[in-house]
Each structure stands twice: as C-alpha cells, then as structure tokens.
C-alpha cells in the first residue's frame, strides 16, 4: 500500500464502495491515454475517479498521485503544509512574481494577514450596492436581439467589478486582454514543451506581463499595499488581478448556460437572491474554474506515506461531480442543505490556510450578475461550447448567445 495511516483514515465517505482503493498507472497505460489526455484531461480524470479514488503514477523519476476522495482531500489542504512547488505555479509565479497565491512561510502568512480583511465578509457585503451599480450599468447597454458572446463580455465586466471592489483606476480591457494572452502562452507550454523554446511565444508573453504590470502598478495605491515593499505590492496587485476575474467570469458562464437551459432556474432566481446563491454555487460545483489543486510533498513536511518529491494532484471538478449524490445533474437546492464551509468533497475555492482570498467576493458577485442578467434577458444559446480545461475550466470558443427578452 502507497499510503499510510494518515491517508488511510476512511470516514465512510459518501461512495465506500469505492474505498480508498489505490490504482497504479504505468508508463504504458500513461502513454495510451496521452492524446486524450491532452484534449480532454477533465474527462480522462473523471472515467480514473469512476474506477478508484487515488491513483499512483509511477514513471521514471518522478512520483505522482490524484487522490479523489474527500478524507484525502480534508488530510492535504487543511494541514497546509505540503508545499506549491508545483509546475502550475512555477509558471503563475513567472506572470505574477512571489505573491500570496504561490509564496508560503513567514511571508505568505504576513500577506495573508493584509489582504484577509479587505476581502472579509463585511468588506465584501458594504461593496454590495456598489457592485450591483457597476452590473447594472454593464447590462445598461445590451439590447434583445443581440448577439453576444458571453466568454469575453463577462471577463471585461469581472474586472470592472474588481477595478469597483479595490476603488482604484486600472483599465479592464487591458487586464482582460494581458492576462488572456499570458494565460494562454503558459496553458500552450504546458500542452508543447517544443514552445519553451520559441523566442516569438517568448517575446510575446513578455509584452503581455509588461502591459499586466502597467496595470497592477495603479494598485499600489490600494491602502492595504502600503504596508508592502514596492516589489511585493506589484506581485500582490498582480496575482489579484489574474486570479480575480477570469475565475469569475469562467464560473459566470457556465451558471449561464446551465440556467438558459434549466428555465425553471432562472426564473427563480431572478426573485429570489438565497436561490441565485445556490444556482452560482451549483455552477462551481459541476464547473469549478480552478479544476486542478496540485501540491509537492517536502522532506521533512508531507503526508506519512507519501515520499518527499511526489506531486500531489486533486481535482474540485471529479471530486464534485462524483461525491454527490446525482453528482452530475444540475440541482442548486442541494444547497439548501448543503454546509456554506468549504469541506473535502465541495472546495471550489479550496480549503484550509490556503483558501481563496476572494471566496467571499466571488460568492456576491456571481448572483448579483445572474439576477442582473436574468431579470432582463433570456438567452438563446448560438453554440453549445465544450470544456477547455487548461489553467482554468473556459468554454472552448467562449458562449455566443442571442439576448431574448426575459
Ligand atoms: C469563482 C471565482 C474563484 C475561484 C473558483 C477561485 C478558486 C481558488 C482556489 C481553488 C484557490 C486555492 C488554490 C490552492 O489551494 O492551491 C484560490 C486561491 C486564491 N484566490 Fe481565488 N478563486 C476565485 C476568485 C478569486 C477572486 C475574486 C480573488 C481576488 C480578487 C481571488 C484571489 C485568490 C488568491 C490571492 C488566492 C491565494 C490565497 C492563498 O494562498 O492565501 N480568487 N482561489
């Protein structure tokens, strides 16, 4: 057995039957699953969930484990003390530099500490009037019978809502556009090691975290970043600005799609704002942007069981879909029961130390958009997206839609 008493402690979770089962994979069986595994790596997850729920893979020189189910989910991210030593966020770090969403120690916990306030509840609840003002304003300009394309509309107008929370002058479209550009050279790098070499992909990131930076610059005058040195404070406003409204907007448009599919949703939400909380949290339950939590086990640190250097990969989008019951039905009054803490087998924005700064934003901003949206639209989706899960879950294409009247 790979792993030790730790690991092994078995709460009866929601789906025994599948236990704690742990499935090796070989490099051969690696290399067969390889080409769908570069296309659809959320599906492949999902079929290896359905047959077991933690799973080795053995290769040469390295070691790696996808653990599934929530005991092991609960036993990684509430003790805090795997490391992000990862390839995911050596490559954010090289967009953001050392910030809060990749630094850890003394440094992290002293980050921690500044930006916990700002996006505490009460923070987050005073801002509300705000944001709806700066939604409704959004939504001002859209007119039935237009087409749109909700990918890239609702990026621009997540930003404009962290641009309204923060109170500070950036320009939203080139946030959107730098961090697309960003996000993508490093999704490609991951999917095509040949373009770690190529100096045009190379330039072109470097103009796009240059234009990024410009931005994040106008942040320093955010109180909390006066207490920062300049170099810290840029990599601070940096990391809110990438992780702060594409993760968003991603969420926002499959709660869109799944509520101009599901009519009796959306117009219940439209009344009820305890309902338009559960459809958003039902959204990021079956599409939860951040799909893939990955940590590094150090000597000295990890879990008992597993050695030092093995990367630990977990997964909100399989966990999700396969530890509820209907798991992959979309049923927002499961959250009428459903605790609002974060827990083993519903981690969206994580859990333990490490869980999202901006979990409480996020919570108010996705219903107010959809109310917001749903109040005065029906859509009549043009072209059913498939997932793209790269950095983020996207739709592939993003979500044309035509606006009908509600
Ligand atoms: C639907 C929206 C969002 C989702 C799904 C999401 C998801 C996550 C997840 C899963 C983590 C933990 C990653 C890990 O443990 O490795 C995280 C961390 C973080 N998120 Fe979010 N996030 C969202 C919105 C936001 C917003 C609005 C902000 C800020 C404006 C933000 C800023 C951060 C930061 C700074 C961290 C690092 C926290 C730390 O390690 O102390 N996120 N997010």
Redesign the pocket.
Known sequence: MVFGSELMVERQAERPERGATVHVVGVRELLRHLPVLRDRPEEVLLSWGRRASRWQIALPGSRACLLFDPPAVEAV?RRGSLS?RTFQYRELERLTGRG??NDEGES?RAA?RLLSLP?GRRAVEAARPELEDEVRRFFDGWRVGQERELGGELCLLSARM?RRFLRVTFSARTVVESVEQAVDHIFERSRNPWRRWSPWAAVRFAEARAALWREAARLRSWPPMDGLPPARALAEAT??LV??HE??AS?LVWAALLCAETPVARERLVGDPRFARWVYQEA?RLF???WL?TRRVEEGFGLEGLGPGTLVVLSPYVTQRLWFPEGERFIPERFQSEPEAPSGRYF???LGP??????E??LVE?PIVLQELFSRFRLQVLRRPKVRAGITLRPDGGLPVRLEPA
């Open positions: 991210l992000k809060l969403l992290w921690r996006f962290l990391t809110l992780a702060g993760t968003v969420s990021v939860p942007p951040a939590i969206p924005f994580g490490r869980v999202c700064v901006g979990r934003l996020a996705g």
